[in-house]
């Protein structure tokens, strides 16, 4: 079946500091990938997606490569903010071409970041 | 243009009561999901729809659970006879091709319902 799992937070970081959040998948074909993120008393927004291996999405400062040989779509920011402060989610979706294919998410990772 | 809403934002009921929660998705998408966020099983698929119909309801827990579109906009999640279980955050999402060949999801505020 598919299934997302993703490092257990708390992660605590310092202002400036490279946040790295590690997520792998398991999947049968070739899956989107994305990461969601959910600041504190908001809804889930889209962060960024890669659709086949090897791309790289990228926004707000985040990426992360869809690394097909590791199943692998880790979350990197060379530089956090203490307005990233949220919960990361990852998730992919078997058919991303086609309405209505559900994501499936990890548990998310919860994201401290103090001046 | 506005997102996706939902409400209420908060519920609380007593265990054994029905509660109705509703979602208003993006003008134009015809897909629509729901979605269940607890702490003990992270983010969980309910149903879909699409147009006024259901094709995937594979999520729903339990026959308590239940899911109506019309109109082929506004939605509403029924829960019959609560249970303290069924206490989560209730998401919900719509979706349209965004000229990439993918769909992508469009999530609501969630309705947080806490079951005494």
């Known amino acids: 079946g598919n299934s997302v799992t993703q490092m257990e937070g708390p992660v605590t970081l310092s202002e400036e500091a490279f946040l790295t959040i590690n997520c792998t998948y398991t999947?049968?074909?070739?899956?989107?990938l994305f990461w969601y993120v959910q600041y504190p008393g908001e809804g889930l927004q889209l962060l960024l997606k890669?659709?086949?291996?090897?791309d790289k999405g990228s926004n707000k400062g985040f990426e992360a490569t869809y690394r097909k040989e590791t199943t692998s779509f880790h979350l990197e920011k060379g530089s956090v903010q203490v307005s990233d402060s949220a919960v990361y989610f990852c998730a992919l979706t078997p058919h991303a071409n086609q309405a209505g294919t559900a994501l499936i998410f990890g548990k998310g990772t919860t994201l401290s970041v103090s001046s | 243009g506005a997102g996706v809403s939902q409400s209420p934002s908060n519920k609380v009921t007593e265990k054994g009561k029905d509660v109705e929660l509703r979602c208003d998705p993006i003008s134009g998408h015809t897909a629509l999901y729901w979605y269940r966020q607890s702490l003990g099983q992270g983010l969980e698929f309910l149903i879909y729809?699409?147009?006024?119909?259901?094709?995937?309801k594979s999520g729903l827990p339990s026959d308590r659970f239940s899911a109506e579109r019309t109109g082929g906009s506004v939605s509403t999640l029924t829960i019959q006879r609560t249970q303290q279980e069924d206490s989560a955050v209730y998401l919900c999402?719509?979706?349209?091709?965004?000229?990439?060949?993918?769909?992508?999801?469009?999530f609501g505020p969630g309705t947080r319902l806490t079951v005494t």
């Open positions: 729809f699409q147009g006024n119909s259901a094709p995937d």
């Open positions: 999947a049968t074909g070739y899956p989107s």
């Open positions: 890669a659709t086949k291996a090897d």
């Open positions: 999402a719509s979706s349209f091709e965004g000229g990439t060949g993918l769909y992508e999801q469009y």
